[in-house]
T-cell receptor, first 113, second 110 residues
């Protein structure tokens, strides 16, 4: 079925350390993989995305990698800062006419000064 | 990217009543998506709204409970009908591919 698994559910790091969040998806036809940051009480914000024809994408301190064979993708945040503390969601598009997004369960990241 | 205005931002409703949530996009988008987010949980897709055709509902969601309108490429509504306390949640809309989300509607049913 349509499923996206996300790990870990919580992640605690010291400021300046790196954080890695991993997701796996079930549909081999998925071709779009966005990552969102959601702060308390706010809407999800797209922070980076990757399409299936690309293996890696980087934007300043954040990067996403995609392994199509293994059907998993990861978010990497380097030099973490306290303002990176939030809930992060991965998502994958599922075929079936509308390329709908199915979300992972989320990772609560805490960056300690 | 598009900007989506969603309203109301929050409401407290009596059980058995209905609430209509509106999303207005500042540009034309082919599809809009409606999600529900329980406190502390992830986003669950309710339905996909495509202009000119009936919405496509996900498993566990039905049109009688969550009727959707999509009169044009910049606007959509979601109605939560015959509400019960279990419908208390945050409801969000998004544009194509989830590039942008509305600000959400926090619904409490009492």
């Amino acid at each position: 079925g349509e499923n996206v698994e996300q790990h870990p559910s919580t992640l605690s790091v010291q400021e300046g350390d790196s954080a890695v969040i991993k997701c796996t998806y079930s549909d081999s036809a998925s071709n779009y993989f966005p990552w969102y940051k959601q702060e308390l009480g706010k809407r999800p914000q797209l922070i980076i995305d990757i399409r299936s024809n690309v293996g890696e994408k980087k934007d300043q301190r954040i990067a996403v990698t995609l392994n199509k064979t293994a059907k998993h993708f990861s978010l990497h945040i380097t030099e973490t800062q306290p303002e990176d503390s939030a809930v992060y969601f991965c998502a994958a598009s599922f075929s079936g006419g509308y390329n709908k997004l199915i979300f992972g369960a989320g990772t609560r990241l805490a960056v300690h000064p | 990217s598009a900007v989506i205005s969603q309203k109301p931002s929050r409401d407290i409703c009596q059980r058995g009543t209905s609430l209509t949530i509106q999303c207005q996009v500042d540009s034309q988008v082919t599809m809009m998506f409606w999600y529900r987010q329980q406190p502390g949980q992830s986003l669950t897709l309710i339905a996909t709204a495509n202009q000119g055709s009936e919405a496509t509902y996900e498993s566990g969601f039905v049109i009688d409970k969550f009727p959707i309108s999509r009169p044009n490429l910049t606007f959509s509504t979601l109605t939560v009908s015959n509400m019960s306390p279990e419908d208390s949640s945050i409801y969000l809309c998004s544009d194509n591919y989830g590039y942008t989300f509305g600000s959400g509607t926090r619904l409490t049913v009492v």
